[in-house]
């Protein structure tokens, strides 16, 4: 039976198909307007490719970009809130944090873009009280009703419900809920304590909030898919990726959209992974280089890193759900190039995306892209895009570096060409610092792995803007997004507040925790029972979140196998010291630690993908993969004559020095004089300098 891995970027969607025939590979234009017409076209397209049927299809993994999309274009759904009386602004203040703390002119984007409208903040009479969740003040249900004949008269179907320390009891929540969906039966409802089961009142209530901001869009893309396919003739299971690199259901993520903010990403970074380990290598900085954007993500020794909660901020809003450690930023081949109001050269974040698309692309694009200049320096051949299934017009991307850069500024076109290229490269250099340097980690011992459709024509400039080891190309590096998501298992992830200080805890503390890690366990494993997952095949694993007493955010710390005792509960606070020390070079052992958050991840392994192996050198000349020459321009600014060689058509063992391009049909990678690339057993591909 078949799978397919489908990633749907700003520009393309990318599709991998394993099946008995082999391992296939698709890339379709992205449609904009609804992203599940561009999914079905490319299943068919890849389907026809293997000559298997759709039916055939067993599994469907889909990387997504819907609701990310919609926070990044500010295009969520009106929402209406209830919320404790008293507490109606606190979307609004925040955390009082400025964010960018020495500059007179920035932007609060809680404030110039909430996530719900504070007319549309109902305070609600109810209280209830820490530590144990007392009822101070009843819920007002006819308050709630009041509010909910309110969001009626407004036309508002999705609301949003977080009341004051719901974590601890979340009776008002659910009862609101009630009479809210009494009131308005297809309302899209979230409560906080459903979906951010722990303590912060600001970050609870802005995650329940943006899983109604962007909820009713993507429940509908995601049903819409699910239907599209099924009309299609597919009939297997759609999985989506998550923002933590697990897969999930579409009901699931329906309901809980804040889980998937960065699902497309995530693919990458798994498959990056996957591909560092194919190439023997550990530590790896992947650099996943779309039409729209870029995400980089940092990988040591092999180990995928989970962003700390206090980072996990989407669009500007604090979003408390696992995410993989990355950062995205607007670089890519479609990003414009322009000259700003006070004269300065710039390219990007904006994007040409696939309509109209760089100006290369003759779909009525004017604008220069850092595609159209790769155009204009050689190093993308118009003839060759995609396998020759996109047809690129080398005078129109001239014609757009030369009007719009080249004489506003007064240079040669291939100079301009070159400053594209060079800001771009420059940009994201400074993005894979963030990720790295800032961190305390050294590039210098990380290998440089650029993917996605641009990904490889950029992978030694950076390697050399960071001192990075050398560069590692993947076999697909256009498709890698999309080969990640057949390489990653299904998961959930539940929370509960704990609020323990451990070294003085009470037995009948200690009891509290172990009731609401066995009350987690049941909702992951009744999760996986519901995907037909067999229970010797689930994996559970508990987490502690902890801190020292005063600190303002947590750190994870393995719990007890078995139940957490007065004699075993040194594990956490051990793992907890370890944990401290390791990601800030030092513990206090005898400081108090207090148990946070209980977290319960249930997983089910999926079986991964296999790439094959390619035959060995036999010893023949490269010369069996040449294509041709044409002149190609590098980043110091020499054109030289410069060999094409089918990257299909080289075994492993065959090193092709620079100056050469390798192009293959789903992405192009640029050898400069002085490196040499050498395939490698997989296909992928290593670069480094000659005499290495």
């Known amino acids: 039976m078949a799978r397919i891995g489908v990633d749907v970027g700003g520009t393309?969607?990318?599709?991998?198909?394993?099946?008995?025939?082999?391992?296939?590979?698709?890339?379709?234009?992205?449609?904009?307007?609804?992203?599940?017409?561009?999914?079905v076209e490319g299943v068919r397209g890849i389907c026809k490719r293997a000559g298997i049927d759709t039916a055939d299809v067993e599994l469907i993994v889909h990387g997504t970009t819907t609701a990310t999309n919609i926070t990044i274009e500010h295009n969520g759904s009106e929402c209406g809130m209830l919320t404790t009386e008293g507490f109606r602004d606190i979307l609004h203040i925040g955390r009082h944090k400025r964010p960018y703390n020495f500059s007179l002119h920035f932007d609060v984007p809680w404030q110039s873009q909430p996530l719900v409208k504070r007319r549309n903040r109902i305070s609600i009479p109810e209280r209830?009280?820490?530590?144990?969740?007392?009822?101070?003040?009843?819920?007002?249900?006819?308050?709630?009703?009041?509010?909910?004949?309110?969001?009626?008269?407004?036309?508002?179907?999705?609301?949003?419900?977080?009341?004051?320390?719901?974590?601890?009891?979340?009776?008002?929540?659910?009862?609101?809920?009630?009479?809210?969906?009494?009131?308005?039966?297809?309302?899209?409802?979230?409560?906080?304590?459903?979906?951010?089961?722990?303590?912060?009142?600001?970050?609870?209530?802005?995650?329940?909030?943006?899983?109604?901001?962007?909820?009713?869009?993507?429940?509908?893309?995601?049903?819409?898919?699910?239907?599209?396919?099924?009309?299609?003739?597919v009939t297997s299971k759609l999985r989506i990726m998550q923002s933590n690199g697990g897969v999930s259901t579409v009901d699931a993520c329906a309901r809980r959209p804040v889980r998937i903010l960065m699902s497309g990403p995530a693919g990458g970074v798994i498959g990056g992974a996957s591909e560092g380990e194919m190439a023997g290598v550990p530590n790896i900085i992947t650099v996943d280089i779309g039409g729209t954007s870029a995400d980089i993500s940092t990988i040591p020794d092999g180990s995928v890193k989970i962003m700390n909660p206090r980072d996990t901020?989407?669009?500007?809003?604090?979003?408390?759900?696992?995410?993989?450690?990355?950062?995205?930023?607007?670089?890519?081949?479609?990003?414009?190039?322009?000259?700003?109001?006070?004269?300065?050269?710039?390219?990007?974040?904006?994007?040409?995306?696939?309509e109209p698309g760089p100006a290369c692309y003759g779909r009525g694009g004017v604008e220069p892209t850092v595609t159209d200049a790769q155009i204009v320096l050689g190093?993308?051949?118009?003839?060759?895009?995609?396998?020759?299934?996109?047809?690129?017009?080398?005078?129109?991307?001239?014609?757009?570096?030369?009007?719009?850069?080249?004489?506003?500024?007064?240079?040669?076109?291939?100079?301009?060409?070159?400053?594209?290229?060079?800001?771009?490269?420059?940009n994201m250099a400074l993005a894979i610092r963030s990720n790295s340097v800032a961190r305390g980690i050294d590039p210098r011992e990380f290998s440089i792995m650029p993917f996605g459709g641009a990904g490889p024509l950029h992978g030694v400039a950076l390697a050399e803007a960071v001192s990075a080891r050398d560069v590692i190309v993947p076999v697909a590096p256009g498709i890698t997004a999309a080969v990640g998501l057949l390489k990653t298992d299904l998961q959930y992830e539940y929370t509960k507040a704990g609020l323990v200080e451990l070294t003085k805890a009470t037995d009948e503390e200690l009891a509290r925790v172990n009731a609401a890690v066995q009350a987690l366990r049941d909702q992951v494993?009744?999760?996986?029972?519901?995907?037909?997952?067999?229970?010797?095949?689930?994996?559970?694993?508990?987490?502690?979140?902890?801190?020292?007493?005063?600190?303002?955010?947590?750190?994870?710390?393995?719990?007890?196998?078995?139940?957490?005792?007065?004699?075993?509960?040194?594990?956490?606070?051990?793992?907890?010291?370890?944990?401290?020390?390791?990601?800030?070079?030092?513990?206090?052992?005898?400081?108090?630690?207090?148990?946070?958050?209980?977290?319960?991840?249930?997983s089910a392994a999926v079986r991964r993908i296999e790439i094959p192996k390619i035959a060995p050198t036999d010893g023949s000349s490269?010369?069996?993969?040449?294509?041709?020459?044409?002149?190609?321009?590098?980043?110091?600014?020499?054109?030289?004559?410069?060999?094409?060689?089918?990257?299909?058509?080289?075994?492993?063992?065959?090193?092709?020095?620079?100056?050469?391009?390798?192009?293959?049909?789903?992405?192009?990678?640029?050898?400069?004089?002085?490196?040499?690339?050498?395939?490698?057993d997989y296909g992928n591909t290593r670069i480094r300098t000659l005499g290495e």
Not at 140 to 157: M, W
Not at 396 to 423: F, N, T, W, Y
Not at 561 to 585: C, M, P, V
Not at 594 to 599: A, M
Request: aromatic letters at 8%; one cysteine or more; a negative charge.
């Open 12 to 39: 393309n969607t990318d599709l991998v198909l394993e099946c008995s025939k082999g391992v296939f590979y698709h890339k379709v234009p992205t449609t904009l307007k609804n992203q599940s017409i561009g999914v």
């Open 128 to 233: 209830i009280l820490p530590p144990a969740g007392m009822i101070e003040t009843p819920l007002d249900e006819e308050a709630v009703r009041r509010a909910c004949a309110l969001f009626r008269k407004r036309g508002i179907s999705s609301v949003v419900i977080g009341f004051m320390f719901s974590f601890l009891n979340d009776s008002h929540e659910r009862r609101a809920k009630e009479i809210v969906l009494e009131e308005i039966p297809e309302a899209y409802v979230t409560i906080s304590s459903e979906l951010a089961n722990v303590m912060r009142e600001y970050e609870r209530f802005s995650t329940a909030a943006m899983n109604c901001y962007v909820g009713p869009k993507t429940a509908y893309y995601l049903r819409d898919l699910d239907a599209k396919l099924r009309e299609a003739g």
């Open 313 to 354: 901020y989407v669009s500007g809003h604090p979003v408390l759900t696992p995410m993989i450690d990355l950062v995205t930023i607007g670089a890519g081949g479609g990003s414009v190039a322009f000259i700003d109001e006070a004269g300065a050269f710039n390219v990007g974040p904006r994007s040409a995306g696939s």
């Open 379 to 426: 190093r993308l051949d118009p003839d060759l895009a995609l396998g020759g299934d996109l047809c690129l017009d080398a005078e129109l991307a001239r014609k757009a570096v030369e009007d719009k850069i080249a004489k506003p500024l007064g240079m040669s076109v291939k100079d301009a060409a070159l400053g594209i290229i060079r800001i771009i490269n420059n």
């Open 525 to 602: 494993v009744a999760e996986l029972d519901s995907d037909d997952i067999p229970r010797h095949e689930q994996q559970l694993s508990v987490i502690a979140e902890c801190r020292y007493q005063g600190q303002g955010f947590e750190l994870r710390a393995e719990m007890p196998a078995a139940e957490l005792t007065q004699s075993n509960k040194h594990e956490i606070t051990d793992s907890f010291h370890a944990a401290h020390k390791r990601d800030y070079g030092y513990a206090y052992p005898e400081a108090e630690v207090e148990l946070i958050t209980v977290r319960v991840i249930g």
């Open 622 to 680: 490269i010369d069996r993969a040449l294509m041709f020459v044409r002149v190609t321009t590098f980043d110091d600014g020499r054109t030289l004559d410069t060999p094409r060689y089918d990257r299909t058509k080289l075994f492993a063992g065959d090193k092709v020095p620079g100056p050469a391009i390798l192009v293959q049909h789903n992405s192009t990678t640029l050898v400069p004089p002085g490196y040499v690339a050498e395939t490698l």
